[in-house]
């Protein structure tokens, strides 16, 4: 009974959010009625091989298998792949994403994500998926997360429950763009914290928009481990240049 309405209102919801935002582009914003416009799809460009084999940043040569950041940094999670670079056209579409309320293009992220990489993550045995959470201030202010989103529709396509609850972000630490590395992951130190009642179980999926440096993904995943969770991936949409 309890599942059945749940089933109810999400396809109310979707009815909702189609009707309020016709579906455009997510990178051009013209209307169309696939996904993502031909002309764009087109242009779109997926980060391939050869990649950092942590983080998978693009490589300049095969001969490499790290990135410069991930040679010189030990991270705390396993692995993690992104769909693309964080720069222009999907740049936009991320700041539309976030900032303009579009988010419907969750469902084209969730999408891409989970044809690029469901199989990686069925091999990785994830038990729970965990979006990056916002401060409570930042979430009410935008009204929603981005990272929830992505991480409901990845749950929902493989069928792993999805934990947007128990790890949160205890400190609103400021913008990290105008940081250096260290800034960053000092500026990240206790910003997360686990409300769980149990001990995390097993593997972690952790979600995000955009992944960086890295330090936000590893201070999730050092609270999640401190608590109990076997290795931790991440799914991101974009990944910016190495540094
Ligand atoms: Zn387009
Ligand atoms: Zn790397």
């Not at 764009?40 to 980060?47: A, E, F, N």
């Not at 419907?104 to 690029?116: D, N, Q, T």
């Not at 990686?120 to 009204?143: D, F, H, N, Q």
Request: proline share 4%; hydrophobic share 30%; aromatic share 10%.
């Amino acid at each position: 009974m309890r599942r059945r309405r749940q089933i109810k209102g999400r396809k109310t919801e979707g009815g909702l959010l189609e009707l309020l935002y016709p579906p455009v582009c997510p990178f051009c914003g013209r209307v169309t009625a696939e996904d993502i416009c031909d002309e764009c799809r087109k242009k779109l460009k997926y980060i391939e091989e050869p990649r950092c084999m942590r983080c998978s940043k693009p490589l300049r040569s095969e001969e490499r298998e790290y990135c410069y950041d991930c040679e010189r940094h030990t991270h705390v999670y396993e692995r993690g792949y992104a769909l693309w670079m964080h720069c222009g056209d999907v740049q936009r579409a991320i700041y539309q994403f976030k900032y303009h309320n579009q988010r419907i293009y969750s469902r084209f992220f969730g999408k891409e994500l989970l044809s690029r990489y469901g199989q990686a993550v069925k091999r990785w045995e994830i038990t729970t998926i965990i979006p990056i959470p916002l401060s409570r201030k930042r979430r009410r202010i935008r009204g929603f997360n981005q990272a929830e989103l992505l991480a409901r529709e990845l749950g929902r396509g493989l069928g792993i429950p999805v934990d947007a609850k128990n790890l949160v972000r205890v400190r609103d630490t400021s913008p990290q763009k105008k940081m250096d590395a260290r800034g960053r992951s000092s500026n990240l130190k206790q910003a997360f914290a686990w409300r769980g009642k149990s001990r995390v179980f097993g593997n972690v999926l952790l979600i995000d928009d955009i992944y960086t440096t890295g330090s936000t993904i590893d201070a999730a995943a050092r609270v999640l481990k401190r608590h109990g969770a076997g290795k931790i991936y991440f799914l991101t949409i974009s990944i910016g240049q190495g540094y």
